[in-house]
């Protein structure tokens, strides 16, 4: 399939829109509207699309026959998001979906009745997308990405992988409630484990590659990279300056660990996309997403990529190994 047939679903906003007009809808085409907040090219976000793609067919939603699925690429940009949202909400769809908190806030800003699922969104609560887990109570619900405790589980894994580091900067979007919150519990964890703790707050890659840079001019660091569009769309150079100053990391998405990267504990992005085409089936038969919970994600993978360690000279304990879902060599 075209990515640029993804184009926009006709839908019911299940309980705000009249019945006479859902009725209406449900005879012909329906539309969704899709809004990433990665860049088009970006190879996990791509496989992403395609596992909700995927998710909806297998609940007999099928582009060309019943629906219509339009897919906007905002890269980050919030300008570029906000044009999109904008474009998406005047076609009218029966329910939008986007990915990052970014985009899905310019959404709720944007639009109080046509229904959202989110997926890979972090702290909905905190960031005000819902009332609580159980019953969000607005127009939004979808598939949450991480808890903020995984920040102090990052942070654990680094240690016991590579056990010498004494310092860590954490990287991490200080414009992103869920970011910041990871933040914290790292924060919390450190001493415990004899870390001390760098705020290394990035927005775009001049950020990046400043902070790291200034973090490593000192000896025994290391790297917790956090989940944000600003992180994902710069991975490449995010492994490239922790293996120019021999920096162990470890990162949220399988992705770092499969493009050279140490290594990576994470939910499976492409599953939490799968599940929210569950939602989206519900809201588009009718559901009121006030009424649907937000759901956690329940597949996580712990990475790691031999090679780099090897080059960083680190030797992984056979415990390590054998509790990991992937090794890379």
């Not at 209406?24 to 329906?30: H, I, L, N, S, V």
Request: proline residues 6%; charged residues 20%.
């Amino acid at each position: 399939m075209n990515r640029r047939d993804f184009i926009t679903l006709l839908g019911g906003a299940a309980a705000a829109w009249p019945l006479a007009v859902r009725a209406k809808q449900a005879e012909g085409m329906r539309r969704i509207g899709v809004l990433m907040g990665y860049p088009e090219g970006d190879p996990q976000a791509q496989a992403n699309v395609t596992a909700l793609l995927r998710g909806l067919e297998d609940l007999g939603w099928i582009e060309g026959r019943n629906v219509h699925i339009d897919c906007r690429w905002a890269g980050g940009d919030p300008d570029k998001a906000r044009a999109f949202a904008r474009e998406l909400i005047a076609m009218m769809p029966g329910v939008l979906v986007p990915s990052t908190n970014q985009v899905t806030r310019i959404l709720q800003q944007e639009t109080r009745t046509i229904p959202i699922v989110f997926a890979f969104v972090g702290d909905p609560v905190g960031s005000g997308f819902a009332a609580s887990l159980a019953r969000p109570g607005k127009n939004i619900t979808g598939f949450a990405n991480f808890e903020n405790s995984v920040g102090g589980k990052w942070l654990e894994l680094l240690k016991e992988i590579a056990p010498r580091t004494e310092r860590v900067g954490f990287v991490f979007n200080p414009d992103a409630a869920p970011n910041v919150g990871f933040f914290h519990a790292a924060e919390a964890a450190a001493p415990a484990l004899g870390i001390k703790l760098a705020a290394l707050a990035v927005r775009d890659a001049s950020d990046i590659e400043q902070d790291v840079t200034a973090f490593a001019s000192a000896p025994d660091g290391g790297l917790v990279v956090a989940p944000h569009a600003v992180t994902l769309g710069n991975r490449k150079l995010i492994i490239a300056l922790a293996a120019r100053y021999r920096l162990p990391a470890i990162y949220s998405d399988r992705y770092f660990a499969e493009c050279g990267g140490l290594a990576s504990f994470g939910n499976n992005s492409a599953d939490l996309f799968r599940r929210a085409a569950t939602y989206i089936d519900l809201v588009l038969k009718g559901a009121n997403p006030a009424d649907l919970p937000v759901q956690l994600p329940t597949k996580f993978e712990l990475m790691v990529n031999l090679k780099t360690a090897e080059t960083l000279g680190l030797a992984i304990s056979e415990s390590f190994l054998i509790r990991a879902d992937g090794v890379i060599e």
